[in-house]
């Protein structure tokens, strides 16, 4: 079993930065896909990126354009989201989660994540 739990959330003004993080328990999360979806006030949850276990290997919804890296320390069982030039539109509760299926591979559909975590509030203010 895993649990994750993310944060780093919180208000910034556009253009702004914020570091989400995402801390796991559990033996095995250091070798699931892991990734970052989020959901914004009525609208359904999206991915927005994730990272094979090794680190090698990332992707990102097409709207991150180049602002946004996810990385992660398998050590210290955690993963990140760095987010810059922030927008507005970014505004949403970001969630973390964990393939157990996946590894070697990045998906980008929720059914492929098995673990969740509570999520984290990102308002971006214009």
């Known amino acids: 079993q895993v649990q994750l739990v993310e944060s780093g959330g919180g208000l910034v003004q556009a253009g702004g930065s914020l570091r989400l993080s995402c801390a796991a328990s559990g033996r095995f999360f250091s070798i699931y896909t892991t990734g970052w979806f989020r959901q914004a006030p009525g609208k359904e949850r999206e991915f927005v990126a994730a990272?094979?276990?090794?680190?090698?290997?990332?992707r990102y919804a097409d709207f991150v354009e180049g602002r946004f890296t996810i990385s992660r320390d398998n050590a210290k069982k955690t993963v990140y989201l760095q987010m810059n030039s922030l927008k507005p539109e970014d505004t949403a509760v970001y969630y973390c989660a964990a393939a157990r299926r996946q590894s070697l591979v990045v998906v980008t559909t929720e059914y492929e994540y098995d673990y969740w975590g509570q999520g984290t509030q990102v308002t971006v203010s214009s």
């Open positions: 990272i094979t276990w090794s680190g090698t290997s990332a």
